[in-house]
């Protein structure tokens, strides 16, 4: 058993085919983030700009069996991501390989942490999946082997919880009440994104995002660019309703990112492309879940109704299209989200795990 570096071509390959195996074998998976993780090992990414990378592979009798993409953001120095990682059988010897180069890696870069299912930003995913494992992987969501839990919770890595919330939509006439409605009316309104003037709002999502989540465990701002890449795929998928901007006296305060789950149209393996855009076109009716994927409201204006405001005009969107409405991830020590998730769904969905591990320098 060896450690390889990925540094060529071949390599590259090896570990792009071995990643997407990984959602070949289990009709629960789709594959939705190999562009992205192609983009990172070819160096065409934006974000190759603000991150430093290292691709490793292990081999066992000439079959790769796991892989991992060290990452260290310019903007998070503290802490050395063990991302993308993925595994095909459970191998400790193997993960100690990882886990021996990225503590050296962590050292040499002066990094103070290890993280584990920061997939480079939280805006591409965090969290391994930690119950459910018969259900279908819901659309920018992990899904993996229970397995993976070990190879972290035996190396004395910390446990982050997070839990994402459902509710059933068949039926639901209302959101709020007719007098609370006026009362947000009267204080906020509520728009699409403008795609005619599509950098600028992106600029808009970014700064907004930058504020909102400037004291979040694994957040680190972003750029323009970097969110323009982000939105790329996405942006041909989309529609103006699903990225929303709530504003106060003209200022943009916050914005909410919805859309349906994609993956109910996509099959094992596959990842987002031309023919998910076709099948949007087509079937798009067929989609029984929407998600709210991201919600954000700079500092000040936090707990005064702008959230609300948000969900209403969602609720309006949304409204007899779908069947049931599925949240993202949601730190569990996050009371605050922890309560609105609770008092605006049926309950839990499903679990997912981060992990994070300090180290001797």
């Not at 892989?67 to 459970?90: C, G, H, P, V």
């Not at 982050?160 to 009267?186: A, E, Q």
């Not at 919805?258 to 099959?267: S, T, V």
């Amino acid at each position: 058993m060896k450690l390889v570096f990925v540094d060529g071509k071949k390599e590259i390959k090896q570990f792009i085919n071995f990643y997407k195996a990984q959602y070949t074998t289990n009709s629960k998976k789709v594959n939705s983030l190999s562009p992205l993780l192609k983009s990172l090992l070819t160096g065409n990414s934006k974000l190759c700009k603000s991150v430093d990378l290292e691709a490793l592979m292990v081999i066992d009798k000439e079959e790769v069996i796991m892989t991992s993409l060290l990452a260290q953001a310019k903007r998070m120095k503290d802490i050395l991501q063990i991302s993308f990682f993925e595994s095909s059988i459970y191998k400790p010897e193997g993960f100690k390989l990882i886990l021996d180069r990225a503590k050296k890696v962590a050292k040499e870069k002066g990094a103070s942490k290890l993280s584990a299912s920061l997939n480079i930003h939280v805006n591409y995913g965090l969290g391994f999946l930690a119950s459910d494992y018969d259900k279908n992987q819901s659309f920018g969501m992990a899904h993996n082997p229970e397995f993976y839990h070990k190879y972290f919770e035996k190396n004395g890595f910390n446990t982050v919880d997070l839990i994402s919330y459902k509710k059933d939509m068949k039926g639901m006439k209302s959101l709020l009440s007719d007098n609370l409605k006026k009362r947000l009316n009267k204080k906020y309104s509520v728009r699409k994104i403008d795609f005619k003037n599509f950098r600028k709002e992106i600029q808009v999502y970014t700064e907004i995002n930058n504020k909102a989540f400037a004291n979040h465990l694994f957040y680190y701002p972003r750029n323009l660019d970097e969110d323009m890449e982000l939105f790329k795929d996405l942006k041909f998928l989309l529609k103006e309703e699903n990225l929303l901007f709530v504003e106060k006296n003209e200022e943009p305060i916050g914005f909410m990112l919805w859309y349906p789950d994609y993956n109910e149209l996509m099959k094992s393996g596959e990842s987002i492309g031309i023919s998910t855009f076709i099948k949007n076109k087509l079937f798009s009716k067929k989609i029984t879940t929407f998600k709210i994927v991201e919600i954000g409201v700079i500092k000040r204006e936090q707990n005064k109704g702008a959230i609300l405001a948000l969900f209403e005009y969602c609720f309006q969107c949304t409204k007899g299209r779908f069947i049931n409405f599925e949240s993202s991830w949601i730190l569990k020590e996050n009371e605050k989200s922890k309560a609105f998730g609770i008092k605006w769904s049926d309950g839990e969905s499903k679990k997912y795990k981060a992990y994070i591990k300090e180290i001797e320098q």
